[in-house]
């Protein structure tokens, strides 16, 4: 039951933040790919699902789609279409809930008049009292970035790729700068095809040990990669990231400088809500209260100075990363790897780069994330005295 629920939701979230059409969804077709079309009873289930997690306009079009197909009569027809107009005032549209529910007022269904008088009184308190039937969801600031690229023509100006020395002089690597200040960048081509399907193929075999797998209700599995098989593949990738961003990826067994790889799979609708990897227990602030819940490898190692996010995988739609402070959107594209700082060189948590993943509309998204500690880098990321440094 809970991987239904866990579909619906995502099939929401999809329908939400890419704003796809109402009869495509219905008729089994996203993004123009065609599946199996919702059925009546679908239709219902869905509704009922998508108004106890808030989707109010998708809840709308279900149920006005279901009262088309199904013929209802008398007292059923009146609670199920008062249902429709509850929806309409969830969304602020209370004169258009008024409007759906006024023609039973003479009917013997009792609840018809206090709830008129409720959508009447809210009506007149709404700052758009339209009465229109036919609504689309506005767009918050972050879903038009899960759409598309948000930044200005004069910020996009100031973003640029180069080849980038790295620690071994002949060894360059492909960068994009997908912001200034704070740096965000994105490295191509830092893995090749063959570690790829070794990374899946050392995931998959971890589907035997649950206590390595960790699920969530946003369609993400979290794998924890400990596997003594894949210690030769982790020190050549940390290897790689070492020489790329110049700080020490080591895996330690006490006051670790990064911790162990986490692969992540993304199913169909699945996303990461908007986190930050800073924590806020900086290394010159943790004490033993903090650190004693912690797994032994990682306690007195710090937070999480930055991170690294591999892609393993093309995303044929959706499933972009976003930054939503800095309106930076960054597409799933295989081999490449996003890296950030948490920390700005004052030792502040730099909550700019709190960031999320948009749902994946088509297909699943597969990354390796690499989180680096403050301890191993004291003397590879200098800190500045000054609160207003300029972050590299």
């Known amino acids: 039951m809970e991987d239904v629920n866990g579909a619906m939701t995502g099939l929401l979230h999809v329908w939400s933040v890419y704003q796809q059409d109402a009869d495509d969804v219905m008729a089994g077709i996203m993004f123009g790919m065609p599946s199996k079309p919702l059925s009546s009873e679908d239709m219902l289930i869905l509704a009922e699902h998508a108004r106890k997690f808030k989707f109010f306009v998708e809840e709308i079009a279900l149920r006005q789609e279901y009262l088309k197909r199904v013929q209802l009569e008398g007292k059923e027809r009146i609670k199920f279409i008062s249902k429709i107009a509850q929806a309409y005032h969830n969304i602020k549209m209370s004169k258009a809930a008024g409007k759906i529910l006024s023609p039973f007022l003479l009917t013997d269904y009792r609840l018809i008049k206090p709830r008129l008088i409720k959508y009447e009184t809210e009506a007149r308190h709404e700052i758009s009292s339209t009465d229109t039937l036919n609504i689309k969801r506005t767009l918050s600031g972050t879903e038009q970035l899960c759409q598309s690229e948000t930044k200005t023509s004069k910020e996009q100006s100031k973003l640029y790729c180069t080849l980038r020395r790295t620690e071994i002089p002949y ?14 960048l994105l490295f191509h081509d830092v893995i ?14 971890q589907l035997y040990s649950p206590s390595e797998i960790y699920f969530n209700d946003a369609g993400m599995t979290i794998y924890q990669l400990k596997d003594r098989k894949f210690k030769r593949l982790s020190d050549k990738l940390s290897r790689r990231m070492s020489r790329i961003t110049g700080l020490s990826n080591q895996l330690k067994p006490i006051q670790t400088d990064a911790e162990n790889f986490q692969v992540i799979h993304y199913g169909p609708g699945g996303r990461l809500p908007e986190i930050s990897d800073c924590r806020t227990e900086s290394l010159w602030t943790c004490t033993e209260h903090d650190q004693l819940p912690l797994a032994p490898y990682v306690r007195y190692s710090g937070d999480n100075i930055a991170t690294w996010i591999t892609f393993l995988n093309d995303v044929k739609e959706g499933g972009a990363t976003i930054m939503p402070a800095l309106k930076v959107r960054v597409p799933a594209v295989k081999g490449a790897a996003l890296f950030f700082y948490n920390y700005k060189r004052s030792g502040d948590c730099d909550l700019r780069t709190q960031y999320r993943t948009c749902p994946v509309a088509l297909g699943t998204r597969w990354d390796a994330v690499k989180l680096i500690k403050q301890g191993g880098q004291v003397f590879r990321r200098l800190c500045d005295t000054s609160m207003d440094s300029k972050d590299d």
């Open 171 to 184: 060894y360059v690597v492909k960068e994009e700068v997908l912001h200034v200040r704070p740096r965000v």
């Open 192 to 205: 090749s095809d063959d570690d790829i399907r070794n990374l899946k193929k050392t995931t998959i075999q």
